[in-house]
């Protein structure tokens, strides 16, 4: 829980010193910073022979499913995989639970790529349509003797008091502390529907020649849930995997090829911005390493899409991005502040209710606040307090091979509701259109018990103080 102070209304102080106490609780009221000391494994990634990463048995079984939102409403599902050795069947084999009937896609698009020495497998992506909502399908992959088989669930109808819970991941990587964060994340009570990834997957570019075997492992390691659940995602910088040192020219090589979103569908040039409807969310995806300026691509379908979202049909508008904008320790300090600038007056205008971002590997959660008024000359350029404006989360702590972000700013700034550097995971439970129960589970803990947590309540419907 975020507290609201650190010096308590009731101390038994002189007068005086309340009096002083006051003055320094104002500068200083910055929620609270977690003195938690957590356990410190190695930050390495596991083996190529860990069982994690284990290649399904048989010549040229796919391998590294995954699916994600593929339309944007929810009546579509892009099923994704790789085929190690050759194309292979190109067709998913489906069936909902209720009618048992067999359907088959193959509206499918093969590619794959080279980077360096690396050459890819080849890579499917295929779209299922027209599915019907909240139903359980399920689906085959590969053909004879590597048949695989897998299941999902798709999203309800959306509409506006429809319940639904998110998870929260970001900066995932593949070492034991992926692995603690990945299985917490699939024994956590609230059963997680989709989860919401915020950046850098696999961290490949932090081996020599960026090792795209890397990014083939990290697609096994995470396939246990993915394959069965949509993740939403977003674009970090280790997706970006830029090297001209060895003749790697084409930012976002590998990641465009494995990961496909459904774009087009919400009129984006761009498969790095994005949004999608899920039950009673609106989710906009931003990309924090493409251009945002005014006048950009980026810029323009952001100032477009905002006004779209409707909601009296989704309240919930959740806005993802890698780089946070707003960001107390000492690692990526201010890297968002230019976003910031472009898009937080956005953000308020159209009650955004939360923005979740990566990147800095650790835990923070901010209160209502905007830093909007500054004009060049007035000197307003402190963050203020803000009813309309969202609650910034970052949750880059999935514990990857470049370590915990442990070094915060002090003192804690006014606007930091609460921060930890520790690895973890977080759900986002929405219940109706007024209120959403968010909870972050710190590793060290096992799933039962909630390091942080607070009500929100909806900016659209019930802009009051979220309460904790
Ligand atoms: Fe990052």
Redesign the pocket.
Same mark, same amino acid.
């Given at each position: 829980m975020g507290s609201r102070s650190s010096f308590a209304p009731g101390s038994s102080a002189l007068a005086c010193c309340l009096a002083a106490l006051a003055i320094f609780a104002v500068l200083c009221d910055g929620g609270t910073t977690s003195p938690f000391v957590r356990t410190i494994w190695p930050s390495v990634d596991m083996p190529f022979d860990s069982d994690v990463f284990a290649t399904p048995p048989g010549y040229n079984a796919p391998q590294q499913v995954h699916i994600t939102q593929g339309d944007h409403v929810g009546k579509a599902v892009i099923v994704s995989w790789v085929t190690p050795d050759e194309p292979g069947s190109n067709r998913v084999r489906y069936w909902s639970e209720k009618s048992q009937k067999k359907r088959y896609s193959e509206d499918t698009v093969v590619t794959s790529y080279k980077y360096y020495n690396y050459t890819s497998g080849y890579i499917h992506h295929c779209t299922i349509k027209d599915l019907e909502p909240d139903t359980k399908y399920h689906y085959v992959v590969g053909s004879g003797h590597v048949e695989r088989q897998f299941w999902f669930v798709t999203p309800p109808e959306v509409g506006p008091d429809v319940p639904y819970t998110f998870g929260l991941i970001g900066?995932l990587g593949q070492t034991h502390d992926s692995n603690v964060t990945l299985t917490h994340y699939e024994q956590n009570p609230y059963k997680p529907k989709a989860l919401l990834f915020l &950046?850098?997957l696999s961290y490949a570019d932090d081996h020599p020649l960026h090792n795209n075997m890397r990014w083939d492992s990290w697609g096994r390691f995470v396939e246990r849930s993915v394959a069965y659940q949509h993740w939403i995602w977003v674009a #970090?910088? !280790?997706e970006i995997d830029y090297c001209p040192e060895i003749g790697e020219y084409t930012p976002f090589k590998p990641y465009l090829h494995r990961y496909e979103v459904p774009y087009k569908e919400s009129n984006s040039s761009s498969p790095l911005w994005y949004s999608v409807k899920r039950a009673s969310a609106y989710i906009i995806v931003l990309s924090s390493y493409s251009a945002y300026a005014i006048y950009t691509p980026q810029y323009q379908w952001l100032k477009e899409e905002l006004p779209k979202v409707n909601r009296s049909e989704t309240p919930w508008l959740i806005v993802l991005m !890698?780089s946070p904008l707003y960001n107390s320790y000492n690692y990526h300090y201010m890297e968002g502040e230019s976003m910031r600038v472009v898009f937080e007056p956005w953000f308020v205008e159209h009650k955004v209710d939360v923005v979740i971002a #990566? !990147?800095v590997h650790a835990y923070e959660r901010t209160k209502r606040i905007s830093n909007i008024a500054y004009n060049i000359t007035n000197g307003l350029a402190t963050p203020d307090s803000n009813p309309n404006a969202p609650v910034y989360i970052t949750i &880059?702590d999935g514990g990857n091979i470049e370590g915990l972000a442990n070094n915060m700013t002090e003192p804690q700034p006014d606007y930091s509701a609460y921060r930890e550097a520790s690895f973890g995971h977080a759900i986002f439970d929405i219940k109706n259109r007024t209120h959403a129960y968010y909870a972050w589970n710190r590793n060290d803990d096992g799933i039962a018990v909630e390091a942080d947590s607070a009500w929100f309540h909806n900016r659209y419907w019930y802009s009051v103080e979220d309460s904790s």
């Open positions: 900066d &950046g850098d #970090g910088n !280790h !890698h #990566g !990147h &880059g």
